[in-house]
């Protein structure tokens, strides 16, 4: 409790938490906070736990996702690339990126709202792939570049008694051939889980056989001391580039 305390002292420090409380104001219906989605899409069941949802005077639909990362990191953590601001959460000597855009980030008015001209998933696929998945259960529909995605990022640099803090904000779209390709990735794993078919391109048989050889090979390496965890994502992480 009082690590959260003070992460949303210095949210609030950093002056985000007030730009927040404005436009939640401003909705034109009550936002909605922390809860839990169910739905069926394309076939394929999902469970989601938005942080906020709220729509604006003009009628954007804005789903927004907090993010705290690096607080116990021994290294500092930088925020992602294409942040529209980004403010420090302390008092005291002020970093280089306080009350600055990144480079890559060029405002455009989607109706009453700001957003980056570039689409989230060309800076950051993983929470275009998470809020995109959230709108959807939400009933927005796949490839709507109308809903707006919204980030608030907090990233920690390690100092004595607690971290100093950095608030990064983002608010992008995300394009329509993407949702409707990540849709399309989105069934083809739910019915390779269903199925058991896991590699898609050899028959069956082969498939089981190859599912067989990797769950020897990575039997065998917790003999040896390796991890069966970082094998099982470094071979994962092969078969999606493939």
Known sequence: MPEGRYVFECYKQSGAYFDLLKALLDASEPPRFEFTVEAVINGVPFLGKPDARWATREGVHIIHDWKTNGFCSRSATSPHKSYMLCRDGYIGKQSKSHGTEHKEFLA?????????????EVSNPAWADQLSLYGWALDEKIGDENVVLSVHQIVAKPCQPRPQLRVAEYRARVASAYQLALADRLARCWTAI?????????????????????????????SDGSSREDYFSEATREVYRG
């Open 108 to 120: 455009i008015h989607h109706f009453d709202t700001v957003v980056n001209a570039s689409y989230l």
């Open 194 to 222: 269903t199925s058991g078919h896991i590699f898609a391109d050899l028959s069956k048989e082969d498939s089981d056989a190859r599912c067989a050889v990797l769950e020897d090979t990575a039997s065998g390496l917790q």
